[in-house]
């Protein structure tokens, strides 16, 4: 072994050992074991083990009209506070434009109302106000949106019983869910579908002639029922109580009422819920769901426990999602669902399948390839190819990278590609026999020469593969990292491995002279 | 061992440099005719793209047909196809808003519930989010290709950095043209197959390159188009080597990965052949263009 320093030897045999050994859990995986190592394998992309993912857009313009809305409510009680008349008010997208009938007091109404709302862009102009949604204040509510549909999408998901599932906030307005094992998410988008805004009002049965019309008079609203559109309902704009006060909510079943959901409040709540209903006995409460009325039963004495049930023709499904839906709380905005892709788990278990086979008829192909060009040297690169493919499994299961469809493509790819390192250095070596006979100095220069291209070709691919990850999404990044662990790989494996596979062949085999 | 290596001269000598002028036409051709393509017929756009939803169910004992019959009575758009064998059909529907798609998933679901054994996937992608897949994927490329000249740049000189791009453009454009011509589905996947193709025919110009650049300081009296000659016999052997076993790996992907890779698998094997082809037909042709020495401007 002429001139071949230990301490080389030893660093590429103790690497070569640590991906072979890192390799073992995610080769020989078993559900059952106990074993720590043994459950440290590559995590299977949702493409690979079956699951759904689903990205959801918080639909941000409701709430801008909502707010909108609470703008003009408010103006209205202050210009009634100070007794100035409005004679019109435009909702246009992003602005309120109020026109006064008179302009004396306008600046009192803007101090009013600047009280009640800060950072809103006001303009006076004449007899009229506008007020306008700026950029601040739009990011404060749609910050403050998603953290919140972060959080009940998450006790949502939690509800419904999906294990270990992930869900991201992604990008300005949209929350990313990966639910594995979740085969049809029908259920799931139900539960998401709804925002699931609970409240009480109370019903004014006395005003028949603002239902004739449909046209509800200030401080009301008319709301149809849940099952029959035409029936409408007359309500208080004021909610009495509403779905944040409740503490819990279960499916329930009643002998007379069938299927219902029971909810309990909290002391606000009950406290709340307890005086209105002292107060108004003999006059309907509404509960409304997501702007329609479930049922609106008669208070017939005051409840004071805080608690109750809601019925409607509810079957037992919906009534506990119904109750999964209250317990976790309402969602600020409506979700809507701008991507989806569910897989199988049977077209799962197939691409696995089917990566394998090509993986392996792949590496063979090669493998007999180079053995066929290069003889003994082609073995001996082939050698650093299987290491290469172990290494790269250890790494994906180390760094707890999730292996996908495409992430297989970029295997099979890699195993064609990593011989190319090897073919730079033995085409050198090819060269360098004809110049001269020594031996070792020969396979010195080789691997000299090859070096310098081998860096700058691998580099401007692990380029490709950067941006790849950085522009790509799911299973693409997937891709991304295996060519590029494999392209790490194989520099290491044909700079350093095969180099001293080289090194100990010859000088074993105690060549004279080298003939590639 | 067999001595195959023998087939490729350890120092051929082949001209490839004289048959420029030929090679140019072809690949000029090759992109006036890609770049037609492209904006007359298009590409076969995926729903990553086009948006739309998808659906890939088994089925037992039911025909294509009879699938077709029950779901054309309800949707005019829908359009189905076997994929890879005759029990797995591949439903595409063209939807027009979100709220739209989830129901209309649900529907075809339950209209051809009893003919399934089971439902494979489904996918559903938003116009919002096709739209801007699209660019992103656009962005990608074109980051790429700017990222892999800068590095060329610097660790070459700026000559070689335009010759790498001018081929790299050429590999893309000529490998969109032809999937457009074959009508292989673009898809999320195809991106990473271009991508790869970029680092792939970037590293195979770069050998060459690499080769250049020592040869010009080593025969500091030989003609350039002599030099780029010998360059590119240099390394022949080696750009035929490793093209050989990154086809060899993408055909047993192509067979064997799966329908869903197929497309993917292909793209590359076009990718993998234009990419060799350029870098020693247009790469270093287009080296000649510049003068790297005083004296070649006697000439």
Redesign the interface.
């Known amino acids: 072994m002429k001139n071949y320093p230990i301490w080389k030897s030893f660093t590429v045999v103790s690497l070569v050992l640590l991906g072979i050994i890192f390799a073992i859990p995610s080769i020989i995986y078993d559900e059952s074991s106990e074993n720590w190592f043994l459950k440290n394998k590559i995590n299977l992309g949702l493409d690979l083990q079956g699951g759904s993912y689903l ?1 959801l ?1 918080v639909q941000l313009d409701v709430l801008y009209k909502e707010e909108l809305d609470n703008f003009v409510d408010s103006v209205r009680l202050i210009s009634r506070d100070q007794a100035v008349k409005i004679e019109k008010i435009d909702i246009l997208e992003n602005e309120v434009v109020v026109f006064f009938g008179n302009k004396e007091k306008i600046k009192d109404i803007r101090d009013s109302f600047f009280q009640m709302y800060r950072g809103v862009t006001l303009q006076i102009n004449n007899n009229k106000i506008s007020i306008k949604l700026n950029d601040e204040y739009r990011k404060i509510i749609q910050d403050s949106a998603i953290k919140q549909s972060l959080e009940i999408v998450r006790k949502r998901i939690d509800e419904s019983g999906t294990k270990e599932p992930l869900i991201q906030r992604s990008g300005k307005k949209r929350i990313l869910l990966q639910l594995p094992g979740v ?2 998410p ?1 259920r799931i ?1 139900d539960l998401l ?1 709804k925002t699931a805004k609970l409240t009480f009002h109370i019903v004014d049965n006395e005003n028949t002639s603002a239902l004739q019309n449909n046209l509800a008079p200030f401080g009301k609203i008319i709301v149809p029922d849940m099952y029959d559109e035409n029936t409408k309902y007359l309500l208080d704009k004021r909610a009495v109580v509403g779905g944040e006060n409740l503490v819990d909510a279960k499916g329930s079943f009643d002998q007379t009422e069938g299927h219902a959901v029971s909810f309990r409040f909290d002391t606000e709540g009950a406290q709340k819920f307890g005086k209105v209903t002292t107060n108004n006995i003999g006059k309907n409460l509404a509960v409304v769901l997501d702007g329609v009325v479930i049922t609106a039963p008669r208070i017939s004495s005051a409840i004071t426990g805080g608690s109750g049930i809601i019925t409607g023709n509810f079957n037992a499904q919906e009534a506990s999602d119904l109750a999964v839906l209250l317990r976790a709380g309402a969602l600020p905005a409506p979700l ?9 788990a ?2 799962g278990a ?2 696995i399948a ?2 394998q ?3 392996v ?3 063979v ?2 493998c007999i ?8 040297f ?1 073995a001996l690169a082939n050698v650093s190819l299987i290491v290469n493919l172990f290494i790269i499994i250890s790494l994906l299961g180390t760094i707890g990278a999730t292996l996908t ?2 992430g ?2 970029g295997i ?2 890699t ?3 990593a ?2 390192a090897n ?2 250095i033995f ?1 050198r070596i ?2 360098e026999s ?1 110049k001269q006979t020594k031996v070792f100095q020969i396979v010195k220069n080789g691997f000299d020469r090859a070096m ?2 081998i860096l ?10 950067v ?2 990850f ?4 799911g ?2 990044r997937g ?2 990292i295996t ?1 590029s662990l494999g392209v790490i790989a194989s520099m290491f494996t044909a700079l350093m491995l095969t180099n001293f596979l080289v090194y100990m062949y010859l000088s074993f085999a105690n060549k004279k002279e080298l003939k ?1 | 061992m067999f001595g195959l290596n023998k087939i490729i001269p350890v120092e051929p000598n082949i001209n490839f440099l004289g048959l420029r002028r030929n090679f140019l036409i072809f690949s000029i051709l090759a992109i006036l005719i890609s770049i037609g393509l492209l904006s007359i017929k298009g590409l076969n756009l995926g729903i990553d793209f086009k948006g739309g939803t998808l659906i890939e169910v088994s089925t037992k004992n039911t025909s294509i047909g009879e699938l077709r019959e029950i779901l054309s009575s309800s949707y005019s758009d829908v359009s189905l196809q076997e994929f890879g064998n005759e029990n797995i059909i591949l439903i595409r529907l063209q939807n027009k808003s979100n709220q739209e798609s989830i129901e209309t998933v649900n529907s075809v679901k339950n209209l051809i519930q009893d003919k399934v054994v089971e439902f494979r996937r489904s996918e559903f992608v938003g116009p919002t989010i096709s739209s801007e897949l699209l660019f992103r994927g656009f962005q990608a490329v074109s980051f790429a290709l700017i990222a892999i000249l800068i590095y060329i740049w610097l660790r070459f000189e700026w000559q070689f950095g335009f010759g790498a791009v001018v081929a790299l453009t050429h590999d893309v454009l000529f490998t969109l043209g032809l999937l457009s011509i074959l009508n292989v589905e673009f898809s999320l996947a195809t991106i990473a197959a271009i991508l790869t193709i970029a680092g792939y025919s970037i590293n195979d110009t770069v050998v060459i390159f690499d080769r250049v650049r020592e040869n010009l300081r080593k025969y500091k009296k030989l003609e350039l188009v002599d030099l780029f000659n010998l360059s590119v016999n240099n390394t022949l052997s080696r750009t035929i080597m490793t093209s050989l076993t990154t086809l060899l790996a993408l055909v047993s992907l192509f067979i064997f990965g799966g329908e869903v890779i197929r497309p993917f698998a292909l793209t590359m094997i076009i990718g993998v052949i234009i990419g060799t082809y350029s870098s020693v037909f247009i790469a270093v042709p287009t080296l000649l263009i510049f003068k790297f020495r005083p004296q070649d401007e006697d000439d």
């Open positions: 990205l857009e085969k049809d029908e988008k579908g809507e669902i701008v991507e989806e892709r569910s897989v199988g049977g077209l197939d691409s089917a990566g086979i090509a993986a008829i792949g590496m192909l090669v390839f180079m053995i066929l060009i290069y003889g003994t082609g469809l495409p297989i493509a099979v790819l195993i064609g590609m011989v190319d073919v730079l085409e090819k060269e004809l310098s291209t700058d070709a691998n580099i401007t691919t692990l380029i490709a593969a941006l790849l950085a522009f790509g999404s299973p693409i891709f991304s060519l590639l």
